[in-house]
């Protein structure tokens, strides 16, 4: 499958002949999950965008952001993020040969994000603060200097990003109620938004944060936003506006989950239905489990990242290992008992 800017052209700012960088990203599987669907009593279909290149939907918005990157001559690119946007802007650097770095919050971001970035050869800064403060100093670093801002404040990302709802919209044949997705800067739901409108569709959005980070359902910033979700730690959103818009416009919601509800349904998700998302994107689930999605009957959720991306947390949720002499009646009890 082409990228998402070929396969989207028409529908992206992009001419013939721009120059594209791409990994191949989007075309992700959107797959029924039956006993998901019995619990929450809805028809609910994931969007697995952990199988995007780098692990998550970042991809869709960083071939996007990199492309018009490189039109516009950049020889940098920079990020402030909770690790996905770092890997995956590490990768997009990479693969156009620009110099990438991303300033991340110390000691908070999942191992596999980090090896990701380090390996992609970006310049990984490690901020003793927070995401927020992160984002603050990136921005005010490129209104010095001439390097390319890739968060999802740059408009690139988000049209990348609405590539994701015009697939979920085609896998349904256009047959959808409503969106359950997890918040956390706040791009992803308002690209959704933007993807749906321009499909003429209007599902209802619901956006999911983590109870310790939930600026949105406070109205307020959280000075200290605390998560296991570390991919969605983030206290004052950069598209709050939108994100609320999205909401309100649709007929759909903000709510918050708790980490004990967003880990019992990462657990869920893993070993009842098989598929393996970090826990930010369990958020999402999480959300729906506890607060429903109105009166829908089909409902798509987003998993936004690979499990993989975070296997610390993983072990530490996960059953224990059984330890086996190498002996036949040994592996008959491990395995039988
Ligand atoms: N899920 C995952 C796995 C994420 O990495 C993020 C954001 C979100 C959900 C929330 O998406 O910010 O568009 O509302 N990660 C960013 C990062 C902040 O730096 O990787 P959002």
Redesign the pocket.
């Known amino acids: 499958m082409p990228g998402i800017i070929e396969r989207y052209r028409q529908r992206l700012p992009f001419a013939h002949g721009d120059p594209v960088v791409s990994l191949g990203e989007g075309s992700t599987p959107l797959v029924l999950a039956p006993r998901l669907s019995e619990r929450a009593g809805v028809e609910v279909w994931l969007k697995l965008e952990g199988a995007n290149p780098t692990g998550?939907?970042?991809d869709r918005g960083m071939t996007c952001a990199v492309s018009a990157a490189v039109r516009e001559g950049a020889e940098a690119i920079v990020?402030?993020?909770?690790?996905?946007?770092?890997a995956s802007a590490a990768a997009y650097a990479a693969r156009a040969g620009l110099r990438g770095a991303v300033i991340v919050p110390e000691g908070k971001i999942a191992t596999g994000k980090l090896a990701q970035a380090l390996m992609h050869g970006a310049r990984v800064i490690a901020l003793r603060g927070n995401?927020d403060e992160a984002l603050a100093l990136v921005r005010e670093l490129t209104a010095r200097h001439p390097i390319a801002l890739v968060n999802?404040v740059n408009d690139f990302r988000i049209e990348g990003q609405k590539t994701a709802a015009f697939e979920v919209l085609e896998a349904l044949d256009g047959e959808l109620d409503a969106l359950c997705i997890?918040?956390?800067?706040?791009?992803?739901?308002t690209a959704y938004w933007k993807g749906f409108k321009e499909a003429g569709v209007r599902p209802r959005l619901f956006g999911f944060q983590a109870a310790g980070a939930a600026p949105l359902v406070h109205g307020a910033p959280v000075e200290h936003p605390e998560t296991v979700a570390s991919?969605?730690r983030?206290g004052n959103?950069a598209r709050w506006e939108e994100a609320m818009d999205a909401m309100t416009a649709s007929g759909g919601a903000v709510a918050s989950v708790t980490d004990a509800q967003i880990l019992e349904a990462y657990r869920f998700l893993a070993a009842g239905e098989g598929i393996f998302c970090?826990p930010?994107?369990a958020a999402g689930i999480a959300g729906l489990l506890a607060h429903g999605a109105g009166d829908a009957r089909r409902i798509a959720c987003v998993l936004?990242?690979h499990g993989l991306k975070d296997p610390q947390t993983a072990l530490e949720h996960a059953g224990a290992v059984v330890p086996c002499a190498p002996e036949l009646e040994a592996i008959e009890r491990a395995v039988l008992g």
Do not use: H
């Not at 402030?80 to 770092?86: D, E, F, I, L, R």
């Not at 997890?182 to 739901?189: D, L, Q, R, S, T």
């Open positions: 998550s939907f970042k990020c402030a993020s909770t690790g996905n946007t770092a995401f999802s997890p918040v956390g800067n706040a791009g992803n739901i991919a969605i983030i959103p970090e930010a994107s936004t990242g």
